[in-house]
């Protein structure tokens, strides 16, 4: 219920930067998804979600085994996930302040009209 709350934007349609950084720290792809990019959110979170399960998958490996291999995947894929979520963040981010100028266009081209 909560969630729902966050995403639903009372203010005419603008998108929140602070909001779509906040969404994309907490939830993989959030805010591109808030900023309703959704073919962009899906290839994210499905990287994001991969690179964590390989991420999870080699710390456990580590741990039963100590390898030096599976040591450093782990600090490997833990870099490759933090790309991604700053990525994520940086992108949710930009996209909601062209979303923004955008409509901002549009508004002024139409009182401008009359």
């Known amino acids: 219920m909560l969630f729902f709350l966050i995403l639903q934007d009372t203010t005419f349609f603008y998108k ?26 899906f290839i994210i979170s499905s990287i ?3 690179s964590t ?3 999870v998958y080699n710390a456990y490996q580590y741990q039963k085994y100590k390898t030096e ?3 450093w995947a782990t ?3 833990f870099i490759t996930f933090l790309g991604i ?6 992108d949710a981010y930009i996209d909601a302040n ?4 955008k409509r901002s266009q549009i508004e002024l081209k139409e009182k401008i009209r009359f």
């Open 75 to 77: 600090i490997g894929y």
């Open 53 to 55: 399960s390989l991420l």
């Open 48 to 50: 994001e979600v991969f």
């Open 98 to 101: 062209i979303i923004n100028a």
């Open 69 to 71: 291999n599976y040591y």
């Open 16 to 41: 929140s930067p602070t909001k779509a950084i906040i969404l994309s720290l907490t939830i993989p792809a959030g805010g591109q998804f808030y900023n309703e990019k959704k073919t962009k959110g």
């Open 85 to 90: 979520k700053m990525f994520s963040m940086l």
